[in-house]
């Protein structure tokens, strides 16, 4: 079963191959069989699941079912689900139980979809290496010595290990993308507004987006669908229709136009540019049409980010003091000891760290006023994009610079920063993005990235899919998880 | 490019509510390096660009001014370190004449 994608699951549900119950519990065993070694969830909510799945299954007999019913899912554990656990990975959370859902959870269990548990993931959703969990770091299925990378490394390392077929992510700066690229499989970050942030415990606001991550594009666009559309709840969701993302998916690409900026090819790594560049030769198979572009901002993507992040957050995670929820400190001394204390044994190192520069940058204005250049510098990044869909229908690149390194490689963190280099610029100007797996570099996966303009969901899980019908990189899977 | 003194630092651990003191030296330096990645873009003339404050162009949805919720003060409070008939308790803020003696 954890070989089938959602859309065969689906079938054999509706053939009655087997029950939504048997399917939860072989999902189940797996995560237990498996997850002591990948570390990829913080709750397992094994009687909800059950609960949820015999409810399915009652659904599908009374012609009651969406074609969701019955299917299992992990979500991210930023997404808050009601009476279950949501803890960020963090301390600051390690008691919380959230009193509702996030629109994400609701209109998935409406759908009738079946949780099985919360996935690891980088404190707060700060990290691009899952190391900063309070829980432990996520290992990566194709190598456990490895990083999954972050911060959705939970989610993506159980979708990799076949453990779930499907979950959630957040992606801020490459989150769910970067990720998919080390565990190999295939991870989308809807247009800014597509998809509701409602009940997402937040980082940076104007750049938090909601996502998911599985085996394939056409499993991604089947839940989609239930997903994107606006929410009263979260005023920066956008009224415009949601397609339905699985009636052009198979579409033909020919005379696609794809743009291959140039400032991504400036010492790109041999290998990773060969797997590339063998995926480009397939989609000019298929009748696209590449030529190159340019993004002369895309290098001060990393530094604009490096301001509003922290700046954002640090605004965000001002609630967290102790007092409404949350860790408490113990016997503080005064009202300020609660504030400071809770606060400083709540967060882990890389929390602090952020909210320490995203406080300076907000409150030191002179000479320079950090916040406001880097909003301008981000509408010359975003106007960079507008320009290249006039003369391209996607942009294609390496989602990240190279494959996944070792857990705990303190000595090169530089490399560890530069791994957000690909994705960033697409958080910054809100467009949807998409990373599919294309190969293998020193036997650990790679992704591409398929950016498109705004809304265009539709057309890049349209590319994603035509290229994984003529590959099989999204179908491996790492050895002992098959 | 600003350097960064103690001052500097005491001064934005506090508007942060944290207690950082026994790592300056620490803090310090990471903040100075993450100010010497970002100054590229200060060099950027920027002028004439108008900060992005907003991804969309869209306004604020207006709602009809009806009550939709509930009061669920008691459930809402359950994830509370210190609640009392309603109210979340801290530390003594405001000292009177009997707290003092």
Known sequence: MHRRSIAELIQDLRTKKYSCEELTRYFLRRIKSFDKKLNSFITLTE?????????????IKQ???????GIPIAHKDLFCTKGIKTSCASKMLENFIPPYNATVVERLE??????????????????????????????????????????????AAAVAARIVPIATGSDTGGSIRLPCSFCGVTGLKPTYGRVSRFGMIAFASSIDHAGLIGYNAYDVALVLNFIAGMDGHDFTTVEKPVPDYIETINDSINGLRIGLPREYLENLDVAVGLQIDTAITELEKMGAKVQEISLPYFK????????????????????FDGVRYGYSCKEPLNIEDLYSRSRSEGFGEEVKRRILVGTYV????????YYEQAQKVRRLITEDFIQAFNKVDIILGPTTPLPAYQIAQQAEKVKINFSDVFTTASNLAGLPAISVPVGFVDSLPIGMQLIGNYFAEAKILNVAHRYQQVTDWHKQTPEGYC | MPTITENDLIKTMHLAQLDLAKDMP??????????????????VDAKNVE???????????????????????????????HVEDGFYLVPEVIKTCETEN
Not at chain 1, 124 to 143: D, K, L, Q
Not at chain 2, 26 to 43: G, M, R, S
Request: proline residues 4%.
């Open chain 1, 63 to 69: 012609d009651k079912a969406t074609f969701l019913t």
């Open chain 2, 51 to 81: 900060p992005m404050l907003y991804i969309q162009d869209f306004s604020l949805r207006l709602r009809a001014d009806n009550i939709t919720e509930s009061n669920q003060r008691d459930m809402l409070q359950t994830s509370a370190a």
């Open chain 1, 47 to 59: 009687e909800y699941a059950m609960q949820k799945a015999r409810l399915a299954d009652k659904c």
């Open chain 2, 26 to 43: 620490i803090y310090k330096q990471h903040l100075a390096d993450v100010l010497e990645f970002v100054a590229p873009i200060c060099e």
């Open chain 1, 110 to 155: 409406q759908a009738g979809m079946v949780m099985l548990g919360k996935t690891n993931m980088d404190e707060f959703a700060m990290g691009a290496t899952n190391e900063t969990s309070y829980y432990g770091c996520v290992h990566n299925p194709w190598n456990i010595q490895m990083v999954s990378g972050g911060s959705s490394g939970g989610s």
């Open chain 1, 362 to 369: 907000l409150s030191n204005k002179k000479p320079i006023n």
């Open chain 1, 300 to 319: 001060l993507a990393l530094p604009v980010y490096a301001v509003i992040a922290p700046a954002e957050c640090s605004s965000n995670l001002a609630r």
